[in-house]
């Protein structure tokens, strides 16, 4: 593998796992805005088993096919690899350590969800299942800690007592792990519920490798907020979901762009990079949200081609050509993601 600088987890504004959102043209746009370390969204570790790797000279990505379908389970470019985790769902050790071997010269760290309260999740044996699981879950860290030569880390959400959360903790950073992502909420507790950052204060206390912490985005309006959470959770760095969901430009320390701005830079990735459209147009309605009642945001509901978003946005005549360029080069294959 190409010697590259292992990934530092202390201090970093990170773009937490977020299915259907954290795929390339989003992460791309994090890190403009200021991102440090962007996440993939959940990957899970049967399809990137099965996926078969496939660079992509027109688009200048990498793709990850699954060959039944041919549909894109996972795309990435050189602009993010030095600063990309992929996070995987996985119950099984060997497994896992197949897949990291598959991706690791295409990403810089690992991640395994242990945090997913799903029922699909759950019912896998995956997520929030190694919660209760100690042993498996250091069990699948320390294989892949062993086997791989980039840096692997776990996403937790806390157990509801701080001393049984702690023991996790130490346990699971006894493996080897470069860093741990702690979920401020017990596997029950919802968005709506309170994150509890004083519990993330005793643990980043009681242990020596870096916290990141999650789950503030309730109190998250702008640069300064990201930074208030660390504070008070007393943690090495700090991942954002919903806050960075509704607006990425969360990370810019001068401040968050117009909306239409921000829509725009997201859009010109979209068509950059060639991405499914109901992946772009689920990602700019959690961007819009109530404007969605508005005329133009009804008008934007009826779209069903990337095409047709762009127009909306002015940039019809970008999207147009970019297309026509994309299947002159020969574009080999559309970013799906499943829902
Ligand atoms: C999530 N979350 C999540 N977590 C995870 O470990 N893997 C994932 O794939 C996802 N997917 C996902 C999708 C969407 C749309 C949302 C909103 C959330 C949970 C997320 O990473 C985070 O832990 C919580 O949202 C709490 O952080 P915030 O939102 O308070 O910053």
Redesign the pocket.
Known sequence: MKTRQRLDYRNKLIL???????TLPMRLLALEMGADIVYT??LVDLKLLRSIRRPNPALGTVDFVDPSDGTIVFRTCAQETSRLVL?MGTSDARRALAVGMLLQRDISGLDI?M??PKEFSIKGGMGAALLADPDKAANILRTLCSGLDIPVTC?IRILPDVERTIDLVQKLAATGIAAIGI?ARTRDER?QHP?HPEVLRAVAQAVDIPIIA?????N?HCYEDLRKFQLECGADSV?????A?INVSIFRPEGLLPMDELIKKYLRLCVDYDNAPHNAKYCVQSILREMQETPRGKRFLQCQTLQQICEIWELGEYCRRKQRELRTMGNSGRAEVKP
Not at 16 to 22: E, K, N, S, T, W
Not at 214 to 218: E, L
């Open positions: 937490a796992p977020m299915v259907r959102v954290g969204e959940e996070q969800n945090g997913c996403k979920h968005p994150a999650n789950g503030g985005s309730k998250m991942m954002v979901a919903r806050a969901q």
